[in-house]
T-cell receptor, first 112, second 111 residues
Framework: GAGVSQSPSNKVTEKGKDVELRCDPI?????LYWYRQSLGQGLEFLIY????????KSGLPSDRFSAERTGGSVSTLTIQRTQQEDSAVYLC??????????FGPGTRLTVL | GQQVMQIPQYQHVQEGEDFTTYCNSS?????IQWYKQRPGGHPVFLIQ?????EVKKQKRLTFQFGEAKKNSSLHITATQTTDVGTYFC???????????FGKGTHLIIQP
């Protein structure tokens, strides 16, 4: 596609519910990243996928967070048993190896 | 782990004034990238610096990479309202091939 797309753009959920966030990277990009950005803050690295290699999960804040990337393309970030502190914008980015990253528009998650 | 510090956190300037944001790393960087995020938007890549002492210009923006490759700066000459946003520097280190982002400098321009 023309750019990185993410869905949904906004998600409001109740505390304790599970949510799934989707990212469609730019076609052909081998690397895919998930970041979290709280209001007015910087970007917090969550997880990184490169090709068919095992993902780097070093940034995941707890075992409630998981992500997968199917067929080396689309990725889903799952947050189980959401907490209010999970409220943030979740950004996905893709790149060709270690190059500039192209960010998607993000998913704004609000946990009530 | 690697840390990327960015100052100032906020900068208020009058339209037409210059603006500079500084980025410092605790370790030597193989490269540094700069991104701009407009209010309500997502980060957009501006530039990547690789060489020690490198200076690159994009119109009114001047980017520098320190000789020791541990610091960098972004300078905007004669700011315009379109420059409003948050400027992030990022170096390798967020995960195996990810980026470690600074907390950003929020540029606020008063007309």
């Amino acid at each position: 596609g023309a750019g990185v797309s993410q869905s949904p753009s906004n998600k409001v959920t109740e505390k304790g519910k599970d949510v799934e966030l989707r990212c469609d990277p730019i076609s052909g990009h081998t690397a895919l990243y998930w970041y979290r950005q709280s209001l007015g803050q910087g970007l917090e690295f969550l997880i990184y996928f490169q090709g068919n290699s095992a993902p780097d999960k070093s940034g995941l804040p707890s075992d409630r967070f998981s992500a997968e990337r199917t067929g080396g393309s689309v990725s889903t970030l799952t947050i189980q048993r959401t907490q209010q502190e999970d409220s943030a914008v979740y950004l996905c980015a893709s790149s060709l190896g270690v190059q500039r990253q192209y960010f998607g528009p993000g998913t704004r998650l609000t946990v009530l | 782990g690697q840390q990327v510090m960015q100052i100032p956190q906020y900068q208020h300037v009058q339209e037409g004034e210059d603006f500079t944001t500084y980025c410092n790393s605790s370790t030597t960087l193989s490269n540094i990238q700069w991104y701009k995020q407009r209010p309500g938007g997502h980060p957009v890549f501006l530039i990547q610096l690789v060489k020690s002492g490198e200076v690159k210009k994009q119109k009114r923006l001047t980017f520098q990479f320190g000789e020791a490759k541990k610091n960098s700066s972004l300078h905007i000459t004669a700011t315009q309202t379109t420059d409003v946003g948050t400027y992030f520097c990022a170096g390798p280190g967020g995960g195996a091939d990810g980026l470690t982002f600074g907390k950003g400098t929020h540029l606020i321009i008063q007309p």
